[in-house]
């Protein structure tokens, strides 16, 4: 009994020290916020596990852009953002126009290739809209990373607002692995 106590804290400590770890190493990332040359921002918040004990991190990575109507310039303030909370890691469109509900194909291209098709549901959030994307953070940073630019077609769930999203993608590469890293940790709280 005492051996299995022992392995138990082990295992413990052992949890306790890869996300302190992760955590250290995307507080060091963040820091410097938007270097020379980055586009990405990434946010690392701890907050209380509800009535759990311990704490939580919610974790985000994000880049601004800028959006308007289908063949009208880009005006409106947008982000391409990934976020860790819990036990969700969420890709989403964050925009400042109510979007109606419902399911959407988004079209996204990189640089000068061809786009690819995401499916997407579209929502409208206390501040706005949001389009929930149904790739994986770690397929879709695959994709973007090495690039300068990502192209983003999509309507609200009823197909009724089309718009082009203009995303800066620059200084991807200094935030990916911490940022996965400490999405990996993310269910695991501190005590």
Same mark, same amino acid.
């Given at each position: 009994m005492?051996?299995? $106590?022992?392995?138990r804290?082990?295992?413990?400590?052992?949890?306790i /020290?890869r996300?302190a770890?992760?955590l250290a190493a995307?507080?060091?990332?963040a820091c410097g916020g938007?270097? +020379?040359g980055?586009?990405?921002t990434?946010?690392v918040?701890?907050?209380r =596990?509800g009535g759990?004990?311990?704490t939580?991190? &919610?974790i985000s990575?994000?880049?601004e852009?800028?959006e308007?109507?289908?063949g009208?310039?880009?005006?409106h303030?947008a =982000? *391409?953002s990934l976020?860790?909370f819990?036990?969700? =890691?969420?890709?989403?469109?964050m925009?400042?126009? +109510?979007l109606?509900?419902?399911?959407?194909? /988004?079209? $996204?291209s /990189?640089?000068s !290739?061809p786009a690819r098709t995401? %499916?997407g549901?579209?929502g409208?959030?206390s501040?706005?809209g %949001? /389009? *929930?994307?149904?790739? =994986?953070?770690d397929?879709?940073? +695959?994709?973007?990373?090495?690039h300068?630019r !990502?192209i983003v077609?999509y309507?609200?769930? +009823?197909?009724?607002?089309?718009?082009?999203?203009?995303?800066?993608? &620059?200084g991807?590469?200094?935030h990916r692995?911490?940022?996965l890293?400490?999405?990996?940790?993310?269910g695991q709280?501190?005590p």
């Amino acid at each position: 009994m005492l051996d299995t $106590m022992t392995r138990r804290i082990l295992l413990e400590e052992g949890h306790i /020290v890869r996300f302190a770890l992760g955590l250290a190493a995307l507080l060091l990332a963040a820091c410097g916020g938007r270097e +020379a040359g980055g586009d990405w921002t990434m946010r690392v918040d701890t907050v209380r =596990a509800g009535g759990e004990p311990g704490t939580r991190t &919610a974790i985000s990575l994000r880049t601004e852009g800028k959006e308007g109507p289908e063949g009208a310039a880009p005006t409106h303030d947008a =982000a *391409l953002s990934l976020d860790c909370f819990g036990d969700n =890691a969420t890709v989403a469109l964050m925009t400042e126009q +109510a979007l109606r509900q419902g399911s959407t194909d /988004v079209r $996204m291209s /990189v640089d000068s !290739a061809p786009a690819r098709t995401i %499916k997407g549901f579209a929502g409208t959030t206390s501040t706005g809209g %949001k /389009v *929930l994307l149904t790739i =994986a953070q770690d397929s879709l940073l +695959a994709w973007l990373t090495g690039h300068r630019r !990502a192209i983003v077609r999509y309507a609200d769930g +009823a197909g009724s607002y089309k718009t082009t999203a203009k995303f800066p993608l &620059a200084g991807l590469e200094r935030h990916r692995a911490a940022f996965l890293a400490a999405c990996g940790e993310r269910g695991q709280g501190a005590p």
